[in-house]
Structure formats: structure tokens, C-alpha cells
């Protein structure tokens, strides 16, 4: 994964450590650098502020010598995007939910994202993950839309071994999540997780119906899936639903097939909200923490 950004990233700063360090040359490497992570789904305003992190942290730690230039550069891109990665508000899902679970209150997460990105399928991987770490989960069957999901979801739900509350399609999805989230407090049930008709963030009516079962539901939790191979849409869906709903992290799914990388850095700095887990094949298990160090050393090829 993440092996065109690397290998572009390599030769860019191959290009540029083959010179002695000065004001020029170091112009002229945080440019290069800049192509290179737009070239590979970095959004424009995260390209320039990566090169600009880049460039002040090579300001810092000014070196002459060849052998010592390559390292320095390396480790500048390294450390800037690991400053992108650094969200505004963290999150920990297993920890929120435990914090919860401690008080004694119950702990709502609204799954958000347009069609094909594998969100339905990711829900099923979270109830499993939170199924193996001790806590009771139950579904909300939301997507009343898409002819055959309630059946998708229903088949994932078996496999985990967790309950799902549902309606016939062409019910009222908001109506789905409440009665869930009663029969959850009624049984002290500790996660309810709500999927919700994938929608194209253009599509006015079904975000109507997104938030009006953000405001019926009142989730603790709302998190954007979207697809790392979708690029720069994946920002663009990101922000949206970010826009309309107020989106408390992002789950990037297929990263496990992403050659660039790009959509992970661009969504965790244009929303302020972190990626928090990661799509690395189609198993239960195949869901995995995002981790910012990982990523950073991946892109440099420091892993």
C-alpha cells in the first residue's frame, strides 16, 4: 500500500539531496514535493501545508553536507505529515465506549457515507471488534433505501452474532434508530450501531433524512466511511457530510489496495477530525486502528 506515493516521494527527494542546502535548492525541493503529493490525492491545501511544515522544519535544522541532506529531508516530510495527522479532537473509540459503559449509559454510533464504500460491511467489523473487547452490541437495519441491504446487514449481523432491530423498506429510517436505541436502554445494551442509506453528498433529500435521524437518534458518535481509492471525492464527500452533520471521525476502507495514500492525510486535515480505523481486507478482523506514526513512516519509507 501506499507504494506510487513512496516511490514518488523517493525520487523527489533523491532529486533534491544531490545538492548542497540552500535557499534555491530548497525551493525548488518543497515544489517537486508539492506535485508529488497532489499528483497522489493530496488535496491542494494540504500539499501546501505539508511543503510549508517542510520547509520551516528545514530552516531548523540547516545541514550542508550530502550525506546528511537526504536524512534531514526525510525526516522534515516524516514529521509534518505526522503534525497533519495530529487531529483537533482525538478520539478512541473502544476507550469512549468503555468511559460510557463505566457510567452507565449506553453509546450510539451513526454510521455516514455515500454508496460503495463498504460501509455496511465495515458496522458488521465494528460490532465484531467491540463484540470481542466484552461489550453487548445491537444494529439499527437504517438503510430502508437500497433494495437487498437490510438483508446484507442481516447476513453480517448472524455471522458476529449480534441482534438487529428493523422495519420494512420504505419505512421511516429515523423510526429505525429510535426504537433500537429504546431496545437497547431497555436491555442495557452497551453500543448500538446505526447504518444508514449510503447517499451521494449531492443528493438533497436522503442528507434531509441523515439528519433528521442525527436528530432523532442523538448519537454519541458520528463517523464518515469513505473509500481510500476514491481520492480526492472521498474529501469532497467528507466534507460534506461533515458540513451537514458535524462528523466525528472517518473510517478510510480498501487502504490494504491504496497506492497513494492521499485521502487519509486530506480528510484528517481539512475536517479536524481523525481517521480512526482502517480497512485492510475483507475479514471481521480486517479492521485495524489507524496509526498516525505508522503512516508517516510508510510514506518515507521509514518502516
Not at 516530510?77 to 459503559?101: C, G, M, W, Y
Not at 463498504?118 to 466484552?134: C, D, E, P, V, W
Not at 447476513?155 to 429504546?182: E, F, L, N, P, W
Not at 464518515?224 to 458535524?246: M, P, R, T, Y
Request: hydrophobic content about 45%.
Amino acid at each position: 500500500m501506499f507504494d506510487r506515493l513512496r516511490g514518488a516521494l523517493d525520487s523527489a527527494i533523491t532529486k533534491a539531496t544531490t545538492r548542497e542546502l540552500s535557499e534555491k535548492n530548497m525551493a525548488d525541493a518543497v515544489w517537486d514535493l508539492q506535485m508529488v503529493l497532489i499528483q497522489n490525492d493530496v488535496a491542494v491545501e494540504v500539499a501546501e501545508h505539508v511543503c510549508e511544515l517542510t520547509k520551516q522544519k528545514l530552516l531548523g535544522s540547516r545541514a550542508g553536507r550530502l550525506d546528511n541532506i537526504g536524512r534531514l529531508y526525510k525526516t522534515a516530510i516524516h514529521d509534518s505529515v505526522l503534525e497533519v495527522l495530529k487531529p483537533e479532537h482525538p478520539l478512541e473509540p473502544i476507550e469512549f465506549v468503555t468511559a460510557r459503559k463505566q457510567k452507565g449509559e449506553t453509546t450510539i454510533i451513526m454510521f455516514v457515507g455515500v454508496n460503495g464504500t463498504g460501509k455496511t460491511t465495515t458496522l458488521a467489523k465494528m460490532a465484531h471488534i467491540f463484540k470481542k473487547k466484552g461489550f453487548s452490541v445491537v444494529i439499527a437495519a437504517g438503510d430502508t433505501f437500497r433494495a437487498g441491504s437490510i438483508e446484507q446487514l442481516q447476513q453480517h449481523a448472524d455471522r458476529v452474532g449480534v441482534k438487529v432491530i428493523k422495519q420494512s423498506y420504505g419505512s421511516d429510517a429515523a423510526a429505525v434508530a429510535y426504537d433500537t436505541i429504546a431496545h437497547a436502554k431497555a436491555k442495557h445494551i452497551d453500543v448500538v450501531l446505526i447504518d444508514t442509506a449510503g447517499r451521494m453528498q449531492s443528493n438533497k433529500n436522503l442528507l434531509e433524512e441523515m439528519k433528521k435521524i442525527a436528530r432523532v437518534a442523538e448519537p454519541d458518535l458520528k463517523l464518515f466511511v469513505g473509500d481510500a481509492l476514491a481520492g480526492n471525492d472521498a474529501l469532497s464527500q467528507a466534507k460534506e457530510f461533515h458540513s451537514a452533520i458535524g462528523i466525528d471521525g472517518a473510517i478510510l476502507t480498501k487502504v490494504d489496495a491504496d497506492p497513494s495514500g492521499g485521502a487519509a492525510l486530506s480528510i484528517a486535515f481539512v475536517t479536524g477530525r481523525p481517521v480512526v480505523f482502517v480497512g485492510v481486507g475483507q475479514g471481521y478482523d480486517d479492521l485495524k486502528k489507524f496509526d498516525p506514526e505508522w503512516f508517516a513512516k510508510r510514506l518515507v519509507g521509514a518502516d
